[in-house]
């Protein structure tokens, strides 16, 4: 019976697969009016430019960035349906930034740059 049961999820699961994306009704009936906000491409920092996890807190200690969740809330208004995943304080450009990792509703990876010293959005 689990042998049976197993067989009927995975032919399930790849019939899923063959016929596209899976949507909910609300995400098949959005316009483009919704409440997302649209930010520039940027590159993605490589993750040799990212700082440790002391030299995060240290630079969060002495104010010189704004704390990981300020990031995130601020990483919320483009990708208000994920799930952050990650968070990094990187060197960006001339400053830094934290890359923040996020995961779809479809299953997609997301990136988001969020200035580390102002807190707003500068790429998805």
């Known amino acids: ?3 049976l049961l197993a067989l009927l999820f995975i032919g399930l699961t790849v019939a899923a ?5 899976i949507r909910t009704l609300a995400e098949g009936t ?4 919704t409440a997302e906000v649209s930010a520039p491409m940027h590159p993605v920092p490589p993750s040799e430019s990212c700082l440790s996890p ?5 630079a969060v200690a002495d104010k010189r960035v704004i704390e990981p969740v300020a990031a995130i809330r601020a990483a919320r208004t483009v990708i208000s349906r994920a799930e952050i995943q990650r968070a990094r304080l990187c060197r960006y450009e001339d400053g830094l930034a934290y890359l ?6 479809d299953g997609q990876f997301v990136h988001v740059l969020v200035d580390a010293t102002t807190g707003r959005v500068i790429g998805k």
Not at 17 to 21: D, I, L, N, R, Y
Not at 54 to 58: G, I, P, S, Y
Not at 100 to 105: E, G, H, N, V
Request: glycine share 8%; proline share 4%; no cysteine.
């Open 1 to 3: 019976m689990r042998i």
């Open 17 to 21: 697969f063959a016929t596209g994306p």
């Open 30 to 33: 959005m316009t483009s009016g």
């Open 54 to 58: 002391a030299d995060l807190r240290e």
């Open 100 to 105: 923040l990792t996020a995961l779809r509703r």
